[in-house]
């Protein structure tokens, strides 16, 4: 017997089933196991369950079956209760006391501590209406109540909207008390949406704390621990925030326009030596990265050309760029030991701190510049200042020489001194006015020319562009003892460095001090060739302001940077970090 639209199934006592007619997959196994069947008919009759048949369809059949079958329909799920138990979110129909009414399959998964706390925001939500409702007129489309809800153990986060179950004739339906008795909640896992917005949220606020530099906390702090600071705070947030323990941070070289490392946590000093350019093509990933201003994700490093050797055993890689006001000033080069380490989540976390990272680091070369240029204008100022009544001393000298032209020999010499003092205040204001360009204190130093037993027979190499701060510095430490090679630019202190090993004496220098601003070579690659001919060789850097435009502090303070001093300085300051550095205990260290 076939009937269009529905399907049979004998079932024999004891056996099972029989014959079946179009019924497969779940349905015919709830026929098999019986479990829609209430235990009224007889284990001893055959049971013939039918689907899909009206009422008389249904008598039609029983009445052309012998006795000894009893025909029997299953439970029809309705289309409603259907696409409820299809849907990924939960639905709930409660009374205003919070007892469940009826709920879908995703409500129904929920552990009981969970559905007990969406049970108490729906009697809530009832209380709320009833309120609005006996206060005024109020229209359903206007009741509706959000909440969050944790689950019991706190791994997830649900969304909770509840209305009025009352249906909706229009949007200007007016909810009565009646309509509050019973209330529909819909309930939505936005666990990841709302961790997503926590990080984002965090993430913020680490960039606002990163650029955010307190005038009265870094008051005090020079560029090295200003710089520190900043690569601290990067550090930690690499860490905490986005759980990244393999980065790098390269910058573009404004001379070179070549990709310098000015940070590196957990990758090998090796990196420092790989030639990168901004170039879509032959400098890898960073390369291309910096040229073109989009991120990259690399999920196989075995499988993508463009993945040059960082991190040992690395598998995959994130580099996004430093942008600032859409220009491309560096890159952040992230390293995993994992394939697929990431996603385009991760992409867009990165992407955005690298934002604040680029600002931060624009931000303190402002500062540097900005204090560079206060200085001078300062000085100047000063040195305008003082000329009136330096000349009107000069002027009130001659006057006393004019005027009393039989003054002994004892008031001529003391005349002279002050129009000898004059002069000097006049220059000492003038050399102050220069900047970085001069050095201060240099007359008290050569007045004592002592020899001093540390200093005596150390051979030290001085690098700095400018003649007169380099031939300063010679003249004190040979006063010193001291056997000094000069140089004017960082290409000639780094062969001095190297023709130490290859004239097969190995006798590196005692001390190297190099200015970190030269027209070819840097600071820092003065530092790295230092480092290289010989890692106990100390080094001391200068730099006029705190000015660093190749970040070669952070650089160089990462691998054991002795010192830095910050032009104009005290020549004795220089000869006390000379001490330090050449002294026994330093030597232990």
């Given at each position: 017997?076939r ?13 099972g089933?029989e ?6 997959g779940?349905r015919?196994?709830?026929?098999r196991s019986?479990?829609e ?48 138990n ?5 639905i709930?129909l409660a ?13 129904n ?21 009833r309120?609005?409702v ?8 206007e ?20 209305t009025?179950?009352?249906r ?6 007016i ?8 209330v ?43 710089l ?27 001379r ?5 490392l ?17 170039e ?8 291309y990265v ?8 690399c ?32 890159i ?15 992409r ?7 934002r ?26 000063v040195?305008?200042?003082l ?11 001659d ?17 002279d001194?002050?129009?000898a ?7 000492r204001?003038?050399?102050v006015?220069?900047g ?14 002592g020899e ?15 003649l ?6 010679a ?17 000639d202190?780094?062969?001095?460095i ?12 005692d ?27 100390p080094?001391?850097?200068?730099t ?10 952070v650089?160089?303070?990462?691998e ?9 300085f ?5 000869l006390?970090?000379?001490r ?10």
């Amino acid at each position: 017997m076939r009937i269009s639209g529905s399907w049979v199934a004998i079932v024999q006592p004891e056996v099972g089933i029989e014959w079946a007619d179009r019924v497969e997959g779940d349905r015919l196994n709830e026929v098999r196991s019986g479990r829609e069947i209430d235990g009224v008919m007889s284990k001893s009759r055959a049971r013939v369950f039918v689907e899909g048949l009206s009422e008389a369809e249904k008598l039609e059949l029983d009445s052309a079956l012998p006795d000894r079958y009893a025909v029997e329909s299953l439970p029809v799920e309705s289309p409603i209760e259907r696409v409820a138990n299809a849907l990924v979110e939960g639905i709930v129909l409660a009374s205003d006391g919070g007892r469940v009414i009826w709920s879908n399959d995703f409500f129904n998964a929920l552990d009981e501590g969970t559905q007990s706390r969406i049970a108490d925001v729906c009697s809530e939500s009832a209380a709320w209406f009833r309120s609005r409702v006996s206060e005024e007129k109020v229209a359903l489309r206007e009741l509706v109540c959000r909440f969050d809800v944790a689950s019991s153990d706190g791994s997830k986060i649900f969304e909770i909207y509840v209305t009025p179950a009352e249906r909706r004739e229009d949007e200007s339906s007016i909810c009565t008390a009646e309509s509050t008795v019973q209330v529909a909640g819909v309930v939505r896992d936005v666990t990841q949406e709302r961790r997503r917005q926590q990080k984002m949220e965090a993430i913020d606020r680490a960039g606002y704390e990163l650029v955010r530099l307190d005038a009265d906390a870094i008051r005090g702090m020079n560029m090295m621990e200003r710089l520190g600071l900043i690569e601290k705070k990067i550090v930690r947030d690499m860490h905490d925030l986005l759980n990244y323990d393999h980065f790098a941070i390269f910058l573009i070289d404004e001379r070179t326009k070549a990709l310098s490392l000015v940070m590196s946590i957990g990758l090998p000093s090796e990196i420092q030596h790989l030639t990168l350019i901004p170039e879509a093509a032959g400098s890898g990933i960073s390369g291309y990265v910096a040229a073109t201003g989009q991120s990259y994700i690399c999920s196989d490093a075995q499988t993508d050309d463009l993945f040059l050797p960082g991190l040992a055993g690395a598998r995959s890689s994130l580099t996004v760029p430093l942008l600032l006001h859409d220009q491309v000033i560096g890159i952040i080069d992230i390293e995993s030991q994992n394939p697929h380490g990431f996603d385009e989540e991760d992409r867009r976390f990165v992407e955005i701190f690298a934002r604040h990272v680029a600002l931060a680091l624009h931000m303190l070369d402002l500062l540097v510049v900005e204090r560079c240029s206060t200085n001078e204008n300062v000085t100047v100022r000063v040195e305008g200042e003082l000329n009136e009544p330096l000349d009107d001393i000069l002027h009130e000298i001659d006057w006393l020489r004019e005027s009393s032209p039989q003054n002994s020999a004892e008031a001529s010499s003391h005349i002279d001194r002050i129009r000898a003092d004059v002069e000097a205040i006049r220059q000492r204001v003038k050399e102050v006015a220069s900047g970085p360009q001069t050095l201060l204190g240099v007359e008290r130093a050569m007045a004592d020319r002592g020899e001093e037993p540390l200093l005596i027979g150390k051979r030290i190499l001085v690098a700095d562009d400018h003649l007169k701060i380099r031939k300063v510095i010679a003249d004190v430490l040979r006063s010193k003892g001291c056997e000094m090679t000069v140089v004017g630019c960082g290409e000639d202190a780094i062969q001095a460095i190297q023709s130490e090993n290859t004239a097969g004496q190995n006798q590196p220098f005692d001390l190297v001090i190099s200015d970190i601003q030269m027209p070819d070579r840097n600071g820092y690659e003065v530092f790295s060739a230092a480092k290289e001919s010989c890692d106990a060789t100390p080094v001391i850097l200068m730099t006029g302001f705190g000015y660093d435009p190749h970040h070669s502090i952070v650089r160089a303070s990462q691998e054991g940077l002795g010192a830095v001093i910050f032009k104009p300085f005290e020549i004795e300051v220089l000869l006390e970090q000379i001490r330090n550095a050449l002294s026994p205990e330093s030597d232990s260290a």
